[in-house]
């Protein structure tokens, strides 16, 4: 087995949780995640739920069965299942902790079976059975009687109760099976990884399509296959270098996390190694516990007193090389020799060459490193302040008298006449070699130039004050030096010439013999074309430290990280950035380069490494918690509808994003009222008094890396008042017009009881005025019989006057009996007209006849009319046209007929003498009175309302002598309590 098969040598950037950011405890066990991608942290002091920003604590006093927690993992129900000290399981619901299990009562009920034990210690662990969960104990282990006694000692037994199966791990080397009664025993073939680290080996059955026993043990890994029962070993020495005292299992969404006190290993179920890490740092410094690895491929490793650390993702799977001396942590310059040899060169001058992806020292410095210059394939050339110059040459540390360049043999001759050893020379910056006579030096003095041939001391002449940067061509035909804010050009006999200004250069870089790159400090990126003296800015302004090419593509590095641009004739398009959120180190770049399609990015914290052919890609997803609740914590979901009282609003929104440390950028707004979108680094926005209207709550977030994510925006209203809305001016109009009509129709009612009880009254006066009438009326009628009874005793007809008075006092009997009533029916008005006519007729001595005639179809018991209404036209038809007529033919009719539906026809027909007769001897005689009561009756009866009444008289005949009268009353009975429609 290769041991860089699966170990790196690199140093991965943790963030560090502890006891500051809301612990409960630094003795950390580890983490699990549940379902929704919260961090829950086990801890011996309890537990905590982690969302990025904050920990929620857990202890006894919250449901744990203890605070010492050593174990959480996730069951098939998706429960978070915790064990500890008190060996009481307990699991996590809803951010509760159910505990419900006593010392005595070790088992307790799930929802669905967890399958075999999910975990295994050993002194014991869970246990399935059945539709239950168990807490057992292996000391001392289980005795079975179907054991041989030879094999009685175990160090590990895994009892799976619901298969009827145990497997036995002894320290033989070998382990049994046993599977009901029968037992299978199998020898492993490492006997040397085996035998000596049974004793605190740790087994587990790991389920699947292709289910295997995972031993740990002391110096190793052991997978056995359950069918096959072939074996995979893995040394201990295959992933980590330093000694393993502590090993742990953890399977967790199918995957098994090895942890030990150096790193982890990821074991997948189909028995491949996915990945291993060693935490060569961080163990060194601390005591490691359980390494979790969550969804999003974050590690989280727990500590016996640091807290809990945090790896991103991005970090995890990026490769970062540092040195074991903290003072060389800051690489500054980075070199390709042409025999894919890479040097780099620290803050402080030591060198190190890369080898599989590790620094080894070459010299170790204590000073400050000036620049370095590549000679040839195999010799660098670098210089600090005290040591002067060195030559590295391939790999190793050479002394400055190899260096061979006529230059610098010897003593250095200086214009300014003084001179300086070439060993001592500490001051240069850069060198270029335009050929094998011609030299330029740019030292702390000036720019030089020297000048020589082979065998002759060369000349050299300062011809510059000190520059910044220098570059040539591939040809070495141009030279450019740079100074603060100037470009110049040298020639072959040493003159410098401007070429064009420009402030701040950084860096110069040719592409081609005719085309010069120019990076500046503060305004960006240029492009000068010799041929045609043309300057172009490339890109906007931004600080460029340095820039490399690389096939057609240029990269630079800048304020946040390193850029990939591809060069266009005007503008420079960025392809890609490598940034912190990408894996770098540090945004801080010093220096870069690139070998075989790898890019090392030196930084102030180490090497990053980035395979450039590497796709970019981006799949994670977040998980962006938003909700709205009232102060009265009524819950606003989308298209919810709030009253008008409740319009105090509280927003809260959280981005579940642990790679951003909890520095995530909000912004949000409450439309309409916002149109713009404000900023906070708060998770938390209140809103008071919201105006009844419609509101959309957008809120987007930022990640660390600047990344955008959107939540969907909640819609919702507040209702306005009842009093503010179209039902209520509805139904405050529809009430407007009620009160209206209500007022109107008590006016109309008010109006319509004065006009009833002006009707009452006037109906009152009427009766009033009626008795008046019948009162003047019976007077009348018993003076005239009065007066014909004693007309018959004057005339001694004692038995007429007796018959008479009879018939009178029968008479005045029913008249007396029906004066007092309004209305009487039809026959007892015929009865009494019958009496009233026999009475007068005997009066006038059989002067008249009489007929009564009554239309068949008339119900006489069910129709009314008014008392005393017909009497007075017969009283008057005997008296003023019957009783002039003196032969004795006198006659009187009187029919009911029906008429018109509920009308009654009353005819009256005499053959008397006639109106207009009757006129003259009434006026002659007295003014009669009858037929003015008659109307004013009439009027009365009228105005109750009880009877329409018309009247219709007419001559009987057109006899000259006996005309006779025609009266016709058409009597036309309102509705009441009397009337009938039964004629």
């Given at each position: 087995m290769?041991?860089?098969?699966?170990?790196?040598?690199?140093?991965?950037?943790?963030?560090?949780?502890?006891?500051?950011?809301?612990?409960?405890?630094?003795?950390?066990?580890?983490?699990?995640?549940?379902?929704?991608?919260?961090?829950w942290v086990y801890t011996e002091n309890g537990i905590s739920k982690f969302d990025g920003y904050e920990f929620e604590n857990y202890n006894i006093h919250d449901g744990l069965p203890g605070n010492d927690i050593f174990q959480l993992l996730e069951g098939v129900d998706e429960r978070i299942w915790m064990l500890g000290v008190e060996r009481q399981p307990a699991f996590i619901q809803a951010d509760s902790i159910v505990s419900s299990f006593k010392h005595n009562e070790p088992t307790f009920k799930v929802d669905n079976s967890l399958g075999p034990i999910r975990y295994l210690m050993k002194s014991g662990g869970l246990e399935a059975q059945g539709d239950s969960l168990k807490a057992i104990l292996f000391d001392p282990p289980n005795p079975y009687s179907f054991i041989k006694k030879e094999h009685s000692i175990f160090r590990q037994v895994t009892h799976l109760e619901k298969e009827n199966f145990t497997i036995f791990f002894p320290t033989e080397g070998k382990f049994f099976e046993v599977i009901e009664s029968d037992t299978f025993e199998y020898k492993l073939s490492s006997k040397s990884l085996i035998d000596d680290s049974l004793r605190g080996a740790l087994f587990y059955l790991v389920e699947g399509e292709n289910p295997f026993y995972l031993g740990l043990l002391d110096k190793g890994m052991i997978l056995v296959d359950q069918n096959t029962k072939g074996e995979k070993l893995f040394p201990w020495t295959d992933f980590f270098e330093g000694e393993i005292n502590m090993s742990a299992f953890q399977l967790h969404r199918g995957a098994i996390f090895i942890s030990t006190n150096r790193g982890v290993v990821k074991i997948l179920l189909n028995q491949e190694i996915d990945y291993s890490l060693e935490f060569n740092m961080l163990a060194d410094q601390y005591r490691l516990n359980r390494t979790f690895e969550d969804s999003h491929g974050n590690l989280w490793i727990g500590t016996w007193e640091a807290g809990l650390h945090f790896l991103s993702n991005i970090q995890k799977e990026s490769t970062h090389i540092t040195t074991q001396r903290l003072r060389d942590r800051v690489i500054e310059d980075i070199v390709v020799m042409d025999d894919d040899r890479l040097i780099a060169i620290s803050t402080i001058g030591s060198t190190y060459s890369f080898e599989n992806d590790s620094l080894k020292p070459i010299s170790l410095q204590t000073d400050d490193f000036k620049s370095s210059f590549k000679i040839n394939d195999h010799q660098l050339l670098l210089a600090n302040l005290v040591d002067g110059i060195k030559l590295i040459e391939d790999g190793q540390l050479k002394l400055p008298s190899s260096l061979n360049f006529s230059a610098f043999q010897g003593v250095l001759k200086l214009t300014e006449g003084f001179s300086m050893h070439v060993d001592t020379m500490g001051g240069f910056f850069n060198v270029i070699v335009q050929s094998e006579d011609t030299i330029y030096l740019n030292h702390n003095y000036g720019l030089y130039q020297s000048i020589g041939k082979d065998g002759l001391n060369p000349i050299v002449k300062r011809i510059h004050d000190r520059v910044n940067i220098m570059a040539c061509d591939s040809s070495k035909s141009k030279i450019l030096v740079a100074d603060g804010s100037w470009l110049y050009k040298i020639n072959k006999a040493g003159e410098i010439n401007r070429l064009i200004n420009i402030p701040a250069i950084s860096k110069l870089l040719f592409v081609d013999e005719n085309t010069l790159l120019i990076a500046t400090e503060s305004s960006g990126l240029y492009k000068y074309s010799f041929a045609d003296r043309e300057l172009i800015k490339l890109s906007k302004d931004q600080s460029i430290k340095e820039m490399i090419l690389h096939d057609n593509d240029l990269l630079i590095a800048f304020a946040n990280g390193v850029k990939q641009l591809e060069l266009k004739d005007t503008i420079a398009i960025s392809k890609r950035i490598w940034g912190v959120k990408d894996g770098l180190l540090s945004g801080e770049v010093l220096d870069l380069a690139i070998l075989n399609d790898q890019l090392y990015v030196c930084s102030n914290l180490g090497v990053s490494l980035f395979d450039l052919n590497e796709e970019v890609t981006s799949s994670k997803e977040f998980n962006f918690d938003s909700e709205i609740n009232s102060l009265k914590n009524t819950q606003v979901i989308s298209g919810a509808s709030i009253t008008y009282d409740d319009n105090d609003l509280r927003a809260k929104f959280s981005l579940l994003d642990y790679e951003s440390l909890g520095k995530i950028k909000y912004e949000y707004r409450l439309e309409p009222i916002?149109?713009?979108?404000?900023?906070?680094?708060?998770?938390?926005?209140?809103?008071?008094?919201?105006?009844?209207?419609?509101?959309?709550?957008?809120?987007?977030?930022?990640?660390?890396?600047?990344?955008?994510?959107?939540?969907?925006?909640?819609?919702?209203?507040?209702?306005?008042?009842?009093?503010?809305?179209?039902?209520?001016y509805l139904i405050a109009g529809i009430l407007l017009l009620i009160l209206i009509w209500f007022l109107d129709y008590k006016r109309r009612e008010n109006l319509q009881n004065k006009f009833l009880i002006e009707k009452r009254q006037n109906k009152a006066l009427a009766n009033l005025k009626l008795e008046a009438l019948r009162s003047q009326m019976n007077p009348h009628f018993v003076f005239n019989a009065l007066g014909?009874?004693?007309?018959?005793?004057?005339?001694?007809?004692?038995?007429?006057?007796?018959?008479?008075?009879?018939?009178?006092?029968?008479?005045?009997?029913?008249?007396?009996?029906?004066?007092?009533?309004?209305?009487?029916?039809?026959?007892?008005?015929?009865?009494?007209?019958?009496?009233?006519?026999?009475?007068?007729?005997?009066?006038?001595?059989?002067?008249?006849?009489?007929?009564?005639?009554?239309?068949?179809?008339?119900?006489?018991n069910e129709i009314y009319l008014p008392s005393m209404l017909i009497q007075p036209f017969v009283e008057n038809a005997i008296n003023h046209g019957l009783h002039h007529r003196k032969d004795k033919a006198g006659c009187l009719k009187i029919i009911f007929d029906k008429y018109q539906g509920t009308k009654l026809k009353i005819s009256i027909i005499d053959n008397g003498i006639g109106r207009d007769k009757a006129k003259v001897l009434k006026e002659k005689v007295h003014k009669s009175a009858a037929m003015e009561n008659i109307a004013q009756r009439i009027e009365h009866l009228e105005n109750t309302e009880q009877y329409s009444i018309d009247i219709d008289i007419t001559n009987n005949s057109d006899d000259i002598i006996y005309p006779g009268t025609r009266i016709i009353i058409y009597l036309n009975p309102k509705k009441n309590e009397l009337q009938s429609n039964n004629y």
């Open positions: 290769v041991c860089s098969l699966f170990a790196k040598a690199q140093e991965q950037k943790f963030h560090q949780y502890t006891l500051d950011d809301g612990l409960p405890t630094n003795y950390v066990y580890g983490v699990i995640e549940d379902r929704d991608g919260y961090i916002q149109a713009d979108w404000q900023t906070t680094k708060s998770r938390e926005v209140l809103f008071y008094d919201l105006e009844p209207g419609d509101y959309t709550f957008s809120v987007r977030a930022y990640d660390f890396y600047e990344a955008e994510i959107t939540m969907d925006p909640i819609s919702f209203t507040i209702k306005k008042p009842f009093w503010k809305t179209a039902l209520f014909s009874i004693q007309y018959y005793i004057q005339l001694h007809k004692i038995e007429a006057a007796d018959n008479y008075l009879t018939l009178f006092a029968k008479l005045m009997r029913k008249y007396l009996h029906f004066s007092s009533e309004d209305l009487i029916s039809l026959r007892d008005e015929i009865s009494l007209l019958k009496d009233y006519l026999d009475l007068e007729q005997m009066r006038f001595e059989d002067l008249f006849k009489f007929t009564l005639k009554v239309d068949e179809r008339i119900a006489q």
